[in-house]
């Protein structure tokens, strides 16, 4: 299930927990951070940097592929991205291939 980091954040706050951040480079990395995450029954918020996305052929290509593997998961994944003044640009792109 998709949700905000800041519905996440503040849900791990009410409940006393912590909220994984992991920067994921390919498809391997993104499996074993969910089904790990999974087996935890921990959400998790997935982190792509500008390079990674570029590596990855676009943040939509990252987006399809976060959302091929969401089925072997029931866990939350925050969708939105904080925004960085000088990193606008890829910020702005990454919302845009969630959409």
Known sequence: MLVSAA????????GKYAVGHFNINNLE??????LTAQELNSPVILGVSEGA?????GFKTVTAMVA???PLSELSI???FARIKKYD???TSCNKAFR
């Open 7 to 14: 519905k996440m954040l503040k849900d791990a706050k009410a």
């Open 29 to 34: 990395w993104t499996k074993a951070i969910l």
């Open 53 to 57: 996305g570029k590596y990855m052929c």
């Open 68 to 70: 091929f593997l969401r």
């Open 78 to 80: 925050a969708r939105k």
């Open 89 to 91: 640009a890829v910020f």
